[in-house]
């Protein structure tokens, strides 16, 4: 079935770096833009970054531009978020996401963010 | 950044009501607007993309209406599973995501 396993959350002192990734299986991975969203109790859901299908095009929501580095290896199935400079708000359940296009032809959710992983949590702390 | 405010931000309801949730966005956003569901400790899933359109497999008791800058999710007749959290989500001002803060669905 169609499936989205995140790992390498924990406990990480303010500073410190983490990199989470995301292993993908049931669908042709290659076709897809894939997000990485995080979510915290005071503010929701909140989208951190997108790449698409081939890797071309990449963004970051502004708060992690510069600290945060989005990648993916199509031979391997799997999505990575390196998270550098690591902040106490950046302390959240991380969540996987497809897109359901690639974001090179479709904007990025268009049609919506179709599958989620069940999430890494990320703790940020000294 | 487009915010989306959603309301209520919780509510009260019996299994068989029917409730609706609004999300208004701070700019029109055309019609890029995706409705989600998320369970108690379970991860969003996808209800309606594009303001209006069900995503395969989701029952045809939501419904997703509005364009512009007004939009609401309805739920005719609840079902036990429903009882959830819902966020809108738009996708105008892409990449720049963003969410509704929820509107959580308890039983009543």
């Known amino acids: 079935q169609v499936q989205l396993v995140e790992s390498g959350g924990g406990v990480v002192q303010p500073g410190r770096s983490l990199r989470l990734s995301c292993a993908a299986s049931g669908f042709t991975f290659k076709r897809h833009g894939m997000h990485w969203v995080r979510q915290t109790p005071g503010k929701g859901l909140e989208w951190v970054a997108v790449?698409?299908?081939?890797?071309?095009?990449?963004y970051y929501l502004d708060s992690v531009e510069g600290r945060f580095t989005i990648s993916r290896d199509n031979s391997k199935n799997t999505l990575y978020l390196q998270m550098n400079s690591l902040r106490a708000e950046d302390t959240a359940v991380y969540y996987c996401?497809?897109?359901?296009?690639?974001?090179?032809?479709?904007?990025?959710?268009?049609?919506?963010?179709?599958?989620w992983g069940q999430g890494t949590t990320v703790t940020v702390s000294s | 950044d487009i915010r989306l405010t959603q309301s209520p931000s919780s509510l009260s309801a019996s299994v068989g009501d029917r409730v609706t949730i609004t999300c208004r966005a701070s700019q029109s956003i055309s019609s890029y607007l995706n409705w989600y569901q998320q369970r108690p400790g379970k991860a969003p899933k996808l209800l309606i993309n594009?303001?209006?359109n069900l995503q395969s497999g989701v029952p045809s008791r939501f419904i997703g209406r509005g364009s512009g800058t007004d939009f609401t999710l309805t739920i005719s007749g609840l079902q036990p599973e429903d009882f959830a959290t819902y966020y809108c989500?738009?996708?105008?001002?892409?990449?720049?995501?963003?969410f509704g803060g929820g509107t959580k669905v308890e039983i009543k």
């Open positions: 790449m698409s299908h081939d890797g071309s095009k990449k």
């Open positions: 996401v497809r897109d359901s296009g690639d974001i090179v032809l479709t904007p990025a959710a268009a049609y919506g963010m179709d599958v």
């Open positions: 989500q738009q996708s105008f001002d892409t990449p720049r995501l963003t």
């Open positions: 594009t303001a209006s």
